[in-house]
């Protein structure tokens, strides 16, 4: 009983410093600012399933929001329900503010569309790329 105790401790060390020495998950920053009608930068990539810490400023004088979109899906104008079907995460900013948050990158390697929700910003062009590395 004691020695295969000590076994099941053993491996569970062996698995701990295993993890450890990848150096456990992948993390990234990414900052982009909104305004009208644009994302700035208008491109950006991250690595697949990073912890993404995302700082949006929105430097316009409207409301606008960062939605990230499912992979390979290109929203349509206006942007509705269908369209929100395929959303990743988004965040809404006030105008003049700034919101951080966090959220993991798809794992899947690939392109995704950021587009802005509000009426009307899609169709004045307000979107961008996010590029999800391998
Ligand atoms: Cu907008």
Redesign the pocket.
């Given at each position: 009983m004691t020695t295969r105790h000590q076994i099941y401790v053993v491996a569970i060390l062996v698995l701990a410093s295993g993890l450890a020495a990848c150096g456990g998950p992948k993390t990234a920053e990414l900052a982009m600012s909104?305004s009208?009608?644009s994302f700035s930068p208008a491109s950006a990539t991250v690595p697949a399933g990073a912890e993404v810490t995302l700082t949006v400023t929105n430097s316009g004088t409207?409301e606008?929001?960062w939605v990230l979109l499912d992979a390979g899906y290109q929203a349509s104008a206006p942007f509705d329900a269908t369209d929100q079907a395929y959303v990743v995460t988004e965040t809404k900013v006030p105008a003049g503010e700034v919101q951080t948050f966090t959220f993991t990158a798809p794992s899947k390697a690939g392109s995704y569309q950021i587009v802005?929700s509000?009426p009307g910003?899609l169709e004045a062009g307000?979107k961008a790329t996010l590029t999800v590395g391998g």
């Open positions: 909104m009208e009608f409207i606008h929001n802005c509000v910003h307000m």
